[in-house]
DNA sequence: ACGCTAGTTGACCGATCGGTCAGAGTCTGC
DNA sequence: GCAGACTCTGACCGATCGGTCAACTAGCGT
């Protein structure tokens, strides 16, 4: 079963840097070290290995938000944070799936783990921003999330000018800074 | 001089949405109305295509950047709010480059006006977040610039549940909220 | 009428794409 | 020893890729 998590793991580095569409099956083989036909042998298609590569990311957030959602404590600003910060987390542990999900995400609607992948954001939109719907908290939750996911994948292009932050440094900076922009101010002041 | 504006226009639409890698030359040639013949006849290849169909973008904002740079009036709050303002501008204005530069920038990089709108990006942080290099500050520019280009194009995807925003409305939003993230609390308090 | 240039196109090229298939190697239980 | 399942692979397929090229058309100055 090693085989098919080496496959896995190429395949996915791949599709993040590359593009899925830009990605061959025989790139892939060639990175994990395995011929091509032994990718179709493990996996359907290509657009197989690309769902089994990003399911158990897809399933963390899925579960995280299950969490939160039958929690019994409520909604509080304490729990919302709690949740943040777990979503922080699974960014940082499935950067790469986060990433190819959020660039390509439109192009790759369709597959089953994609569109489960969809409603779950919105769900987590809606937990987040709970009833209040105005334009403004719509453009915090999206820039909140497209830039994290952003930042955790090309925004190393340019910034590693001296040198670039540790994971624990990126975590701790995104929980504050992301809680920061998803509650502006309290009590409103524009 | 109409049919290479048409290629042009046609090629940036689908290199934002399926990606560099994923479009044909022959797709594009389809969507404009010619042949994929015609296609190469006004562009030496697919990437000289790329990079004549994103360099206004890439031009626009070293235009801006510029200006502010050459600014005698120091380097004031209200100066860099208003370069701010002027980039959510170039943001709405050239979506779809900004989108290619941003999640397909890393895997073209090589090509002149990639590497060109790397400098920019690079100068932009450095002139917005002044000579404070915290990782807060990284990451805050980080997540503005990738969260609004996010917000601009994929956000899409699962933003319209009601009535997606108007530009104009998307434009206050953006302008408000960016400046925002970026001026976290005037005097840190962390 | 002429030649010249710009624009457009179909035919064609080698390379590579995703995918199929018939084996070959290896290990197990009998 | 042997049967069977599992894993892996090279050869091969039709389709499509980016790119080349010669030919055709339309306009324009002379």
Known sequence: MRAADELK?????QFATVGFA??????????????KSSVLYHFASKEALLEAAIEPAVAGFEDVLA????????????????????VVDLLLEHREAVHVFLT????LSGLPVIDRANV?????????CEERESVDDQVRFGIAIGGAAFLL????TFADESTLPTDD??????????????????TPSN
């Open 9 to 13: 793991h190429a395949a996915l580095e």
């Open 22 to 35: 830009g990605t061959s099956l025989q790139h892939i083989a060639d990175e994990a070290g395995y011929a």
């Open 67 to 86: 969490v939160f959602l039958a929690g019994r404590g409520g909604r509080s600003d304490a729990r919302r944070r709690e949740l943040v910060d777990r």
């Open 104 to 107: 390509q995400g439109q192009s």
């Open 120 to 128: 779950a954001v919105r769900r987590l939109a809606a937990a987040v």
């Open 153 to 156: 994948t090309a925004g190393r």
């Open 169 to 186: 440094e990126l975590r701790d900076a995104l929980r504050r800074i992301i809680a920061d922009i998803l509650t502006p101010a309290r």
